[in-house]
Structures are given as structure tokens and as C-alpha cells.
């Protein structure tokens, strides 16, 4: 197994672009989330999942879209990126409610907006 | 609003020595209190703790809730270089967003 996948590694942008950050899971996982973590300030919840074709917003959604079209994908989008969404970003994905099993993380993906 | 407190935020000790990472919370619905370890990469999983009073055990880390006090502790014994990591608490709840919140971590540093 594969575990949960991101992609890419590393991306640079200009401010003003877009751009979609690849999340996809193998485990028949249901619920998924995508995080944020900026130094000192933790892991912070941008968007989640509990199941294909259902979203909601997390602690900090502004500037993010997400769509879960299938149970092993859930993209990230930055509609106009600006250097504040300077960040790794995690993908997180659970078989159930992530407060009964805990999350399995992705590996990341560190963006830097310039 | 869920609030997750972790002390301290960063501490330095030399091999050998047993530290003691704090985690207090406040959330509604409380069903979980998770630990992850984080080194360069991903978070990984540690513990997940639902009763009070009874200690988890993994080699040299133990962890305990206290769901009337609202804290846990993790402590690691006999430390390594390897245990370098931001440690992070995640209580879980059954309402709201996705069921975790997530402290700012501990930053715990070995030295030789």
C-alpha cells in the first residue's frame, strides 16, 4: 500500500497563480482532510472530507477550494496565491472519524509564494 | 471554541535524560486524546488515549489522560537523539470539523 500520496514535493510560486495540490489515498479511507502548518502555530484545518461528494470548511478555508469527487482523491486548489498561503501542507486521511483511529498522514507538500 | 495547550513549546536536554511533555484542552464532545511525533516529514502516530488513569506504553514513552483535569502527559525515558521531534496533542471530539484539534507542539531537542 501506498499510504496517502501528495504531490508535489516542493513548489514555488508568483503571487496572483493557481495551482492544485495533489492528494490521493489507496486505503478506501472515508474521511480526509488538508492541514497547514506554519512554525509555532501547529496544524491548522483548511478543509475536509467525510466522504465522496461531501466537503466542509476547516479553521482557515479563505483562499482554498477542495472537491472530493472519489473516495481516493481530495485536491487542494489555491484559486490566487499570495505569499501569506506560504506553508507545508499535509493531507491527512482516516478509515473513520480521525477522533476514534487518528489520521495517516501524507508526506507533504512545502509551498513558498513569492 | 476548542483550545489545546501544550508546554512546553520547545525544550533542550542531553541524552539520557526523562522528559515530560504537557497537553491540556478544552473541547466539547471529548471522546480521544491523540500524540503524533513529527520529525522532518509527516506526523506519526504515537497514542491514542480514552480513560483516564491508564498509561500507554511503548518502549521508552508512556502517556496518561486526565479527563477530569483535562490534560495528558507524555514522557520519554532515557532519551535518544532520535527522539528529536516536534510532539503534537490532538484531542478528539465528536462534534465540530473534522474531530481533531491540534496544539502548537513541543519542540524537543537531544543533545549528545
Known amino acids: 500500500n501506498a499510504g496517502v500520496t501528495q504531490t508535489p514535493k516542493f513548489q514555488v510560486l508568483k503571487t496572483g497563480q493557481s495551482m492544485t495540490l495533489q492528494c490521493a489515498q489507496d486505503?478506501?479511507?472515508?474521511?480526509m482532510s488538508w492541514y497547514r502548518q506554519d512554525p509555532g502555530m501547529g496544524l491548522r484545518l483548511i478543509h475536509y472530507?467525510?466522504?465522496?461528494?461531501?466537503?466542509d470548511q476547516g479553521e482557515v478555508p479563505n483562499g482554498y477550494n477542495v472537491s472530493r469527487s472519489t473516495t481516493e482523491d481530495f485536491p487542494l486548489r489555491l484559486l490566487s496565491a499570495a505569499p501569506s498561503q506560504t506553508s507545508v501542507y499535509f493531507c491527512?486521511?482516516?478509515?473513520?472519524?480521525?477522533?476514534?483511529?487518528?489520521?495517516?498522514f501524507g508526506s507533504g507538500t512545502r509551498l513558498t509564494v513569492v | 471554541e476548542d483550545k489545546v495547550v501544550q508546554s512546553p513549546l520547545s525544550l533542550v536536554v542531553h541524552e539520557g535524560d526523562t522528559v515530560t511533555l504537557n497537553c491540556s484542552y478544552e473541547?466539547?464532545?471529548?471522546?480521544?486524546l491523540l500524540w503524533y511525533k513529527q520529525e522532518k516529514k509527516a506526523p506519526t502516530f504515537l497514542f491514542m488515549l480514552?480513560?483516564?488513569?491508564i498509561e500507554k506504553k511503548s518502549g521508552r514513552l508512556s502517556s496518561i489522560l486526565d479527563k477530569k483535569e483535562l490534560f495528558s502527559i507524555l514522557n520519554i525515558t532515557a532519551t535518544q537523539t532520535g527522539d528529536s521531534a516536534i510532539y503534537l496533542c490532538?484531542?478528539?471530539?465528536?462534534?465540530?470539523?473534522?474531530?481533531?484539534?491540534f496544539g502548537k507542539g513541543t519542540h524537543l531537542i537531544i543533545q549528545p
Open positions: 491527512a486521511s482516516s478509515y473513520q472519524n480521525p477522533s476514534l483511529r487518528g489520521y495517516t
Open positions: 490532538a484531542p478528539g471530539s465528536g462534534g465540530g470539523a473534522d474531530g481533531l484539534t
Open positions: 473541547v466539547t464532545n471529548f471522546r480521544s
Open positions: 480514552t480513560s483516564s488513569g
Open positions: 472530507s467525510v466522504g465522496a461528494g461531501i466537503t
Open positions: 486505503m478506501n479511507h472515508e474521511y
